[in-house]
């Protein structure tokens, strides 16, 4: 079991409102991510970084921003949620591998958060 | 286009019977290839890691197979169980950028019937 954390699981907001969703993982790895996960979809990275003060954009645009000033800690946060961002959002983890070191860089997924915005 | 396509989208089968899931790709260039579980509000959970050299990996019941010429993976099922019930995802790394982007399937609804 992956020792990575997000909170809340659950989040039902109205239009307009600031939110931070929580990912905290306990195992040291400097490479974090966040996904935008639709019912039925694939995942697409929005956030992701290599470490402390990194953070980079992913492959979908996304309103929101994220942080990275531990390197177990990455919140993303939305300035004013809108009925557009309802979605779950999954935020994961990796050991910082090399060429020639595949195995390293599994990702370690979160529960995720399931944001509704009303 | 780098895609990830995974057949079928749905399933449904009996409990004990064996079924087997299909992902054909085509990323380049190519690092890995992954199969995980993803639970009903759940993260995905890595179930076997292939690189190129590999065409077979095992993790308990699952068995999955890499055709790296062909571009295609299967993940097999054996003796499925209630617990199997979940989305599989296979994912494909490439070496192209610094990042090793993941390119995600759509994933296959397994449900298993008492």
């Known amino acids: 079991e992956a020792d990575i954390y997000q909170t809340p699981r659950y989040l039902v907001i109205g239009t307009g409102k600031k939110i931070t969703l929580e990912c905290s993982q306990t195992?040291?790895?400097?490479?974090m991510y966040w996904y935008q996960q639709d019912p039925g979809m694939e995942l697409h990275l929005i956030h992701y970084?290599?470490?402390?003060?990194?953070?980079e954009k992913g492959d979908l645009s996304s309103e929101s921003t994220v942080s990275r000033i531990r390197t177990e800690h990455f919140p993303l946060t939305l300035e004013s949620a809108r009925p557009s961002h309802t979605s779950q959002y999954l935020c994961?983890?990796?050991?910082?591998?090399?060429?020639?070191?595949?195995?390293?860089?599994?990702?370690?997924f979160g529960p995720g958060t399931r944001l509704t915005v009303l | 286009k780098n895609q990830v396509e995974q057949s079928p989208q749905s399933l449904i089968i009996l409990e004990g019977k064996n079924c087997t899931l299909q992902?054909?790709?085509?990323?380049?260039?190519?690092?890995?290839l992954r199969w995980y579980k993803q639970d009903t509000g759940r993260g995905p959970v890595s179930l076997t890691i292939?690189?190129?050299?590999?065409n077979t990996k095992s993790n308990g019941r699952y068995t999955a197979t890499l055709d790296a010429d062909t571009k295609q993976s299967s993940l097999h099922i054996t003796a499925s169980q209630l617990s199997d019930s979940a989305s599989y995802i296979c994912?494909?790394?490439?070496?192209?950028?610094?990042?090793?982007?993941?390119?995600f399937g759509r994933g296959t609804q397994l449900t298993v019937w008492p």
């Open positions: 292939m690189t190129f050299s590999e």
């Open positions: 994961a983890s990796s050991e910082l591998g090399g060429e020639g070191q595949p195995h390293t860089d599994t990702q370690y």
């Open positions: 992902c054909n790709y085509t990323v380049s260039p190519f690092s890995n």
């Open positions: 970084s290599y470490g402390v003060n990194s953070t």
């Open positions: 195992m040291g790895h400097d490479k």
């Open positions: 994912v494909v790394s490439d070496r192209g950028s610094t990042l090793g982007r993941l390119y």
